[in-house]
């Protein structure tokens, strides 16, 4: 995030950030889960597809940004809505256990999946017991 001073609010149990001009971002919330060779982080963005989301890795900081729009087809009106339309936006720093070259991002049905390989020096490895 830039350096200006931002406020984290409560909306209806959804974490958001607001920015110097009242703009509002919401926090997506995420399970995270972790085997012998990697961390796979799922972060519920609902309204986000391929073309709305991005996955960035800056100096051990993963960014994952996305946009949720609404579309209304011709002759109707929004009457109900159960999700914010905006932007989503959460930062994780990785550690030196991660491989940045390795992660994999894929969206289906509003939850973005990443798949962050760990380094081969990290992972779990049995060691043989001779006799």
Same mark, same amino acid.
């Not at 256990?97 to 049905?109: C, E, F, L, N, Q």
């Given at each position: 995030m830039t350096d200006t001073k931002v406020t984290k609010v409560e909306?209806?149990? @959804?974490?958001? @950030?607001? *920015?110097?001009? !009242? =703009?509002?971002?919401?926090?997506?919330? @995420? /399970?995270i889960r972790e085997?012998?060779?990697?961390?796979? &982080?799922?972060?519920?963005?609902?309204? &986000? =597809?391929? !073309?709305t989301v991005s996955v960035t890795v800056e100096k051990n900081v993963l960014t994952v940004e996305g946009e949720a729009r609404v579309d209304t087809p011709e002759g109707y009106r929004l009457v109900g809505q159960e999700y914010g339309?905006?932007?989503? #936006?959460? /930062?994780?720093?990785?550690?030196?256990? @991660? /491989?940045?070259?390795?992660? %994999?991002?894929?969206?289906?049905? *509003?939850?973005? $999946?990443?798949?962050?390989? %760990? #380094? $081969?020096? &990290?992972k779990t490895r049995k060691v043989e017991i001779e006799a």
């Open positions: 909306e209806d149990s @959804v974490q958001t @950030v607001r *920015g110097p001009e !009242n =703009d509002t971002t919401y926090l997506p919330d @995420v /399970d085997d012998d060779g990697s961390i796979r &982080v799922f972060a519920d963005m609902p309204g &986000v =597809d391929q !073309n339309v905006g932007r989503y #936006r959460r /930062d994780f720093t990785l550690s030196d256990a @991660v /491989d940045p070259d390795g992660i %994999k991002a894929r969206v289906r049905h *509003g939850v973005l $999946e990443l798949t962050l390989p %760990k #380094r $081969e020096h &990290v």
